[in-house]
């Protein structure tokens, strides 16, 4: 078991709909029947990894670049060595920020992006990144139809690539058996208005962050959630979320609101048919320490290890023949081995 959920927020908890049994010790439940969204904590930005129900994995943005070192040691942490599927809803940093190390530490399926661009060094840095693997990039639209991983994908944005990057978000509908996600990006109320499909979903990622210019009355009466999570960072500069879009959100009658700021990781697992949401999740063994600037491995008692800052850091239980096949060197003072 390499998550758990510790802290003040820890406790699991069902929801309305459901007589769920899942526990915290549910959440790495890879390769059996469930499907488990983690709603990682990135301060403020987004990033979401989604065990699938046949044992692939998806991340769906990965946060501001110092936030790189988390998303890495979660998604690696969990026994994944490889990422199936990757969404970048849009090329704001705080999404796409730490992707770029991502993208370098594990092996890569497909990249999904909409064909919005822009010149920062956040998007650069990306671009590389996926040329530098040799992958190319799916452009995401709202008629892509996907099956991730035994869920079923329907990107229902964006219709039309405009001036703000934020209403070129790519907006996902995951479903499971009877229960549905809705991943918005920083979808705007103008984005929102252009999506004409079915987007019914039982947990809504609320629009950026909580952001008053997202979540109109006129989207939240489609999604008609039950659970709304927020991905926003404590006491930032932004005041996400704002009360209006909170207000919005109680109004169309969500039960429950969780936020990342207040809960750290959030983590809703689904059999298709009951949901359980648990708070605080986090990983917690590991066996090297990486140096995701440098591409070193290292042991956890190594002295680079321990002064290492945290912005380069990510936590490992991974083969060192998978991290040297990524291009990791081994640390020639703590030479790690695996007898
Ligand atoms: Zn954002
Ligand atoms: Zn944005
Ligand atoms: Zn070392």
Known sequence: MHASSGGDGGESSDEAASDSDSSDSDVSASGDKTMTVHFIDVGQGDSAFIELPNGECMLIDAGERDYAGRVISFIDCLGYTKIDHVVATHP?????????????????????????????????????????????????????????????????APSVISENLNDCSAILHLSYGERAFLFTGDAEAIEESTVSADIEADVLK????????????????KVKAQIAVISCGKDNEYGHPHDVALKRLENSGVKRIYRTDISGTVTVITDGRTLGVSEGTQVTDYVWVLNIGSKKVHTASCD??????????????????????????????????EE
């Open 92 to 156: 704001h940093s705080d999404h796409i920020g730490g992707m770029q190390r991502v993208i370098e530490s594990f092996d890569i399926g497909t990249i999904y992006m909409p064909e919005a661009i822009t010149d920062t060094s956040s998007f650069i840095n990306l671009l590389e990144a996926i040329d530098a693997k040799g992958k190319t990039i799916t452009p995401v639209d709202d008629t892509l139809v996907v099956n991730f991983g035994g869920a079923k994908g329907r990107f229902v």
């Open 206 to 221: 609320v629009g950026h962050h909580g952001s008053y210019t997202s979540s109109s009355d006129a989207f939240l009466s």
């Open 304 to 337: 680079s290890a321990v002064e290492m800052n945290e912005y380069n850091k990510a936590y490992s239980i991974r083969d060192l023949d998978e991290l040297l096949a990524l291009g990791y060197k081994l640390c020639g003072s703590c030479k790690p081995n």
